[in-house]
């Protein structure tokens, strides 16, 4: 594999990886902010 | 570009898998298991969501530790067999990406426990991140034998930062679960430093096995497990635990010293012959799972 390829397939795998992390905690957030305002669902 | 710079793994961006083993997973599953054990044994039961992110922030946080401890021991690590396949040492990572993600790790953790929970359990979970980093790897582990005694302190602190979690305030049993953890450790770090002594010789790393010998260090194991077990029984006759949890750990720390025993009677100086040693190691680490998880047991089923 190329360098270039490598480089990136390798950013692509990390931007992924951090929307997933950042997505769960957008996630995480809401919860704690429901839970913390202590709204009943 | 040619080809041939893929010889030079560093020049590329780190893969995601390797700031996972930056942080450690197989040491935090055992920070985090003690750390829910604190949370769930405490007298007030907090909003799921709040108990889940109090134990992730206590797993960011030694993963923090994981980190800025590879970070700073990269060249100590390169040294050692156990060690040397590392991100860092095998140069699949530049130092400074390991530096910034401990760094932002150790913060946000202390951050979003301070939000979700309390600040004072923000403040303890700090207070162990910079206790492993500034106190045992930066002074402690280069430069003295009682290093893991003293340092233990670090991965003592979980179920007490699981327990403030929950209550806002410190109690008489957390302080039990760290001492346990605290005299705990010293017996488990010498046993694996007995069978891989010459991997700590050969990176220059003052452990007991290497500065004070191996029946020494036999002696010290047996010593340790002494008070070590007496803690861990402890909740019991005071109170704090019900029978389930007393005769369980009466049982699993009267194992742990027949083990440590056997370790004092061995006379093996290579690591082949060391086999009390290397079930020592593994008990220990069973022994404080199924400890934890008694006293959990014990509390919810009472």
């Given at each position: 594999m190329k360098l270039e390829e490598e480089?990136?397939?390798?950013?692509?795998?990390?931007?992924r990886v951090t929307a997933?992390?950042?997505?769960?905690?957008?996630?995480?957030?809401f919860f704690i902010t429901i839970a913390k305002t202590g709204i009943n669902w | 570009m040619p080809t041939l710079e893929l010889s030079n793994p560093a020049a590329l961006p780190a893969d995601?898998?390797?700031?996972?083993?930056?942080?450690?997973?197989?040491?935090?599953?055992?920070v985090v298991f003690s750390g829910l054990c604190g949370l769930l044994v405490a007298p007030v039961q907090l909003p799921l969501v709040l108990g889940f992110t109090a134990i992730l922030c206590v797993a960011l946080g030694a993963g923090a530790c994981g980190a800025l401890n590879q970070w700073y021991e990269v060249e100590v690590d390169a040294k050692m067999r156990r060690t040397a396949k590392r991100p860092l040492p095998a140069g699949r990572m530049d130092p400074q990406s390991a530096l910034h993600f401990g760094v932002g790790l150790a913060f946000f953790s202390v951050l979003l426990m301070g939000l979700a929970t309390n600040w004072f359990a923000a403040l303890l979970l700090a207070a162990s991140i910079l206790f492993y980093v500034l106190i045992y790897t930066v002074w402690l582990k280069p430069r003295t034998a009682q290093n893991i005694v003293i340092g233990g302190a670090a991965g003592a602190f979980p179920p007490l930062i699981g327990w403030v979690a929950a209550t806002g305030h410190v109690g008489p049993l957390p302080l039990l679960l760290f001492a346990i953890i605290f005299l705990w450790?010293?017996?488990?770090?010498?046993?694996?430093?007995?069978?891989?002594?010459?991997?700590?010789?050969?990176?220059g790393i003052p452990m007991l096995p290497v500065i004070a010998g191996v029946e020494s260090t036999r002696r010290q194991i047996f010593l340790y497990s002494l008070p070590m077990a007496l803690a861990a029984v402890a909740p019991w006759p005071l109170g704090l635990a019900g029978t389930v949890y007393g005769i369980s750990a009466a049982v699993l720390s009267a194992v742990f010293v027949v083990l440590a025993m056997r370790v004092l009677a061995n006379r093996a100086t290579e690591p082949a012959g060391m086999d009390a040693e290397k079930h020592l190691f593994a008990y220990s680490v069973f022994y404080l799972f199924a400890l934890f998880a008694v006293l959990v047991a014990d509390r919810w089923l009472a």
């Amino acid at each position: 594999m190329k360098l270039e390829e490598e480089i990136v397939r390798r950013q692509r795998e990390r931007a992924r990886v951090t929307a997933l992390l950042l997505g769960a905690f957008v996630i995480l957030l809401f919860f704690i902010t429901i839970a913390k305002t202590g709204i009943n669902w | 570009m040619p080809t041939l710079e893929l010889s030079n793994p560093a020049a590329l961006p780190a893969d995601w898998r390797d700031f996972l083993a930056l942080t450690k997973p197989r040491v935090m599953s055992l920070v985090v298991f003690s750390g829910l054990c604190g949370l769930l044994v405490a007298p007030v039961q907090l909003p799921l969501v709040l108990g889940f992110t109090a134990i992730l922030c206590v797993a960011l946080g030694a993963g923090a530790c994981g980190a800025l401890n590879q970070w700073y021991e990269v060249e100590v690590d390169a040294k050692m067999r156990r060690t040397a396949k590392r991100p860092l040492p095998a140069g699949r990572m530049d130092p400074q990406s390991a530096l910034h993600f401990g760094v932002g790790l150790a913060f946000f953790s202390v951050l979003l426990m301070g939000l979700a929970t309390n600040w004072f359990a923000a403040l303890l979970l700090a207070a162990s991140i910079l206790f492993y980093v500034l106190i045992y790897t930066v002074w402690l582990k280069p430069r003295t034998a009682q290093n893991i005694v003293i340092g233990g302190a670090a991965g003592a602190f979980p179920p007490l930062i699981g327990w403030v979690a929950a209550t806002g305030h410190v109690g008489p049993l957390p302080l039990l679960l760290f001492a346990i953890i605290f005299l705990w450790t010293p017996p488990h770090f010498w046993a694996l430093s007995l069978f891989v002594r010459s991997d700590y010789a050969a990176a220059g790393i003052p452990m007991l096995p290497v500065i004070a010998g191996v029946e020494s260090t036999r002696r010290q194991i047996f010593l340790y497990s002494l008070p070590m077990a007496l803690a861990a029984v402890a909740p019991w006759p005071l109170g704090l635990a019900g029978t389930v949890y007393g005769i369980s750990a009466a049982v699993l720390s009267a194992v742990f010293v027949v083990l440590a025993m056997r370790v004092l009677a061995n006379r093996a100086t290579e690591p082949a012959g060391m086999d009390a040693e290397k079930h020592l190691f593994a008990y220990s680490v069973f022994y404080l799972f199924a400890l934890f998880a008694v006293l959990v047991a014990d509390r919810w089923l009472a």
